[in-house]
């Protein structure tokens, strides 16, 4: 199969590339893009090297799928082109998610709203999905009323020149910032940028999402999202209030039985999720699990996962891999 990776060259990109290797996709040509000053350079996946292409070319030469990481503007402008001819984009970047007419995807929850006219179907943002992966199950089966999360994000997920400043401030180094203040040793209460109602884009992106990919607007979702010095994913401090009742250990069963979801849940041992140890992997971690001693049918959870993988890369592979295996490309 014939797959275009549109941002190759990118922090997302090369992830994507690693992940469709490690899973064995089965890519017979591979077409990596990327921005006219990457566009000849020769990228190597699975021991062969690639010469990157630009937007015209890709088009031309008409994959089956391409995987976009390269930004809201560039997706909006080059993913419909994508489709005209046939291919099917899935998209990284937050361009279509709210768009009513395209699809919210995390394969474990809603692949199955997936079909063949589906051209550009867009990936969550990446700490909706690690939220979604863990409130959806629980949804299934108590009903959520209200969702209070607080992220602690890697600053993996602002990009190459986030991870440069902050080694920078390691080495006591002047050089360009990602941020308006410095990082290290910091904690910055500022993920992407102010909206009129005091919220981020990042915590409304939380709000909109959850309600679109569980198919319920009467879930209330409020967010604060937070840039911590780390590298390795994002974390999520969540507060849930069902509408029924609920039982601790039958929590952690169905948490348990998910796939994609591993409870690190016990204190006798210390063991609960953090992001150094969730780094490489694609599974959603999810432990501190106990009841909310102050309001009735609420629960308290801390949920970590690599944003780079399944919160980015790894998502948008495994939906690639559902059409392919529901023969929809």
């Given at each position: 199969?014939?797959?275009?990776?549109?941002?190759?060259?990118?922090?997302?990109?090369?992830?994507?590339?690693?992940?469709?290797?490690?899973?064995?996709?089965?890519?017979?040509?591979?077409?990596?893009?990327?921005?006219?000053?990457?566009?000849?350079?020769?990228?190597?996946?699975?021991?062969?090297?690639?010469?990157?292409?630009?937007?015209?070319?890709?088009?031309?030469?008409?994959?089956?799928?391409?995987?976009?990481?390269?930004?809201?503007?560039?997706?909006?402008?080059?993913?419909?082109?994508?489709?005209?001819?046939?291919?099917?984009?899935?998209?990284?970047?937050?361009?279509?998610?709210?768009?009513?007419?395209?699809?919210?995807?995390?394969?474990?929850?809603?692949?199955?709203?997936?079909?063949?006219?589906?051209?550009?179907?867009?990936?969550?943002?990446?700490?909706?999905?690690?939220?979604?992966?863990?409130?959806?199950?629980?949804?299934?089966?108590?009903?959520?009323?209200?969702?209070?999360?607080?992220?602690?994000?890697?600053?993996?997920?602002?990009?190459?020149?986030?991870?440069?400043?902050?080694?920078?401030?390691?080495?006591?180094?002047?050089?360009?910032?990602?941020?308006?203040?410095?990082?290290?040793?910091?904690?910055?209460?500022?993920?992407?940028?102010?909206?009129?109602?005091?919220?981020?884009?990042?915590?409304?992106?939380?709000?909109?999402?959850?309600?679109?990919?569980?198919?319920?607007?009467?879930?209330?979702?409020?967010?604060?999202?937070?840039?911590?010095?780390?590298?390795?994913?994002?974390?999520?401090?969540?507060?849930?209030?069902?509408?029924?009742?609920?039982?601790i250990n039958d929590v952690r069963r169905i948490l348990h039985e998910t796939p994609g979801i591993k409870v690190q849940d016990n204190n006798d041992t210390n063991t609960?999720?953090?992001?150094?140890?969730?780094?490489?992997?694609?599974?959603?971690?999810?432990?501190?699990?106990?009841?909310?001693?102050?309001?009735?049918?609420?629960?308290?959870?801390?949920?970590?996962?690599?944003?780079?993988?399944?919160?980015a890369a790894t998502n948008t592979v495994q939906i690639a891999e559902y059409l392919i295996a529901n023969k929809l490309v």
């Amino acid at each position: 199969m014939k797959i275009a990776v549109v941002g190759a060259t990118g922090m997302v990109g090369e992830i994507m590339l690693k992940v469709l290797a490690e899973r064995n996709f089965p890519v017979s040509e591979l077409i990596p893009v990327a921005s006219e000053k990457s566009v000849g350079k020769e990228i190597e996946f699975k021991g062969k090297k690639y010469t990157v292409k630009s937007m015209e070319e890709a088009i031309k030469m008409k994959p089956e799928i391409a995987l976009f990481s390269a930004g809201g503007s560039i997706s909006e402008e080059w993913a419909p082109k994508f489709a005209e001819v046939g291919t099917t984009v899935i998209d990284n970047s937050s361009a279509w998610r709210m768009d009513s007419t395209k699809k919210l995807v995390v394969p474990e929850i809603n692949a199955e709203l997936l079909g063949v006219d589906d051209k550009i179907i867009a990936n969550p943002n990446c700490s909706t999905i690690q939220l979604v992966m863990v409130l959806a199950p629980l949804n299934k089966k108590y009903k959520i009323k209200r969702v209070i999360v607080s992220t602690y994000q890697s600053i993996t997920g602002t990009g190459v020149k986030a991870v440069k400043q902050l080694e920078n401030e390691y080495q006591n180094v002047k050089g360009d910032m990602a941020y308006n203040y410095p990082i290290h040793r910091n904690a910055i209460p500022h993920c992407d940028v102010f909206e009129d109602n005091g919220y981020t884009k990042e915590e409304m992106k939380l709000v909109k999402e959850t309600k679109k990919i569980l198919q319920d607007d009467s879930v209330l979702v409020t967010a604060t999202a937070v840039r911590i010095p780390v590298v390795g994913g994002h974390s999520e401090s969540v507060n849930i209030e069902f509408e029924n009742e609920y039982d601790i250990n039958d929590v952690r069963r169905i948490l348990h039985e998910t796939p994609g979801i591993k409870v690190q849940d016990n204190n006798d041992t210390n063991t609960y999720p953090m992001p150094l140890y969730a780094e490489g992997k694609d599974d959603v971690f999810v432990g501190r699990i106990r009841r909310d001693e102050t309001q009735p049918k609420s629960l308290n959870l801390w949920i970590v996962a690599d944003n780079l993988r399944k919160g980015a890369a790894t998502n948008t592979v495994q939906i690639a891999e559902y059409l392919i295996a529901n023969k929809l490309v």
